[in-house]
């Protein structure tokens, strides 16, 4: 990632405008020194330079929780971001302060307990961190810090000095637009930038994946992060989650736009919840693998298939291959205490089979096969825009043909059905085509499909809704580069200083 360097003076503002995605931190870095909480106006040292990295939240317009299962999905980097601002210390200490709903919050950790102490193993850091839920955001960016530095190989524990973070975001958390890639993002750049390790974007994605599953606990795919780091302003990134390759950035068509609509549900109390299909679309994985005579073998408190069929990806199965051969042989529901004795477990390595639940094993097992079609033909379709306008109808359906099948899964609210039947009502005399849930489900955003020209009736579906539910509904209308795209930026001591005095 590119390293861009500011020596002027932060108050007079005359930022480059390639750099302009910064302000959100130049403007808190700015502030600072008048700051009402006291414990900000000391934070960074007046004489030592800062690096600051951006990663923008996404709106998922097809694809979603497939991207566990190999699917092809279709992310759009939003213009909402994260930004973290590091500086480095002598004293081997990791200061963080990141402003969330309303107010600052702060936290402290040992550098020398996080990469050569008792909290050095990961499993530790993760299971310390479960015992202290009022810190859970910590565990992101901690965890971030100590994955990074872990690829500086060879050092000793004094080449690991101290470092001050300070965080702050537009991107709304709870909303379904990926706050935590976007927070996971911007803060490994930064530690990366300032340590000078040299990481991929690739890399860096994959790694804050492995923190989100190994030391945060959640079971996502990898979709969020690579949107975070290697999405392009305006363009669908086509990214194929085997693991994560990605295989363009599809430019909007002129006169066309996606937007995303908050539900207001963080999360639904009802229904099945992300960690439960993803471990049900496993299941049935597992199931399929066994009819198919493919061989499988313990692997720990999992089990490894050898597959050279569909290299362990439910969406390599073709749509018509599992309908005549193995959608029937699933059970529609099934216990973990039924599944566990006869096939020992499934290959997933971030979650496991509970013996007590029950997981919708055919519905959560068929959405990955028949999404893989969904997102293929939107994509081709997105391509023909420009010469055959009328296709449009036909990716309304897909998008509705995606929600339905989220619905069916048990990942639908009715917060989120309702704004799909409002964006059906407007249809394509008021210039909307279609919409679906995104991300996880039960609850967040939903994304819709129009013309450009099309955002103030979003609005007013979203202002409808919010009479009717009671519930705040956030529009996300514009695009933004990925980290990759706008780099870290380096505010070096002079310009540091006259801001500051």
Known sequence: MRLHRLSAPLFDRRVPSHLAFFQLALDRLHELPRDPEPRLRDFFAPDVGVHIARA????????????????????????????????RHVAPRCDLATHRGGQWEFFSIDMDSLITGELHDPLALAAWFENRPADQWAAYVVGTIQRCLQHRDGDRPSAHPGMRMLIESNVPEGKGVSSSAALEMASMAVVAASYDVALTPEQLALDCQWVENHIVGAPCGIMDQMTSVCGRSD????????????????????????????????????????????????????????????????????????????????????PSEFSDLYKMLLPVSMSGSEFLPRYGGITDEVTRVHPERRYPVRHATAHPVFEQHRVERFADLLGELGQAPNVVVEMGRLMHGSHESYSACGLGTE????????????????????????????????????????????????????????????????????AQETGVLYVDPVAWTVSTS
């Open 415 to 482: 917060g989120t059905d309702r704004l799909v039947e409002l964006v059906a009502e407007a249809g394509s005399p008021r210039g909307l085509f279609g919409a679906k849930i995104t991300g996880a489900g039960s609850g967040g955003t939903v994304a819709v499909f129009g013309r450009d020209d099309a955002e103030s009736v979003v609005r007013e579906i979203a202002e409808r809704y919010a009479v009717e539910s009671g519930r705040a509904a956030q529009v996300f209308a514009d695009s933004g580069p990925g």
């Open 56 to 87: 923008p939240g996404r709106l998922d317009v097809m694809g979603g929780i497939a991207d566990y299962s190999g699917a092809t999905v279709l992310q759009l980097p939003l213009d909402c971001a994260t930004v973290a601002i590091l500086q």
């Open 235 to 318: 363009r669908l990134m086509r990214l194929k989650c085997q693991p994560g390759t990605i295989e363009g950035h599809i430019e909007i068509p002129a006169g066309f736009a996606f937007f995303g609509i908050d539900s207001g549900l963080r999360h639904a109390v009802t229904g099945a919840d992300y960690g439960t299909v993803r471990t049900a679309a496993f299941m049935g994985y597992r199931m399929v693998a066994d009819a198919a005579d493919l061989r499988a073998e313990p692997d720990g408190a999992h089990v490894r298939v050898t597959d050279p069929r569909w290299n362990g990806y439910l969406a390599n199965i073709a």
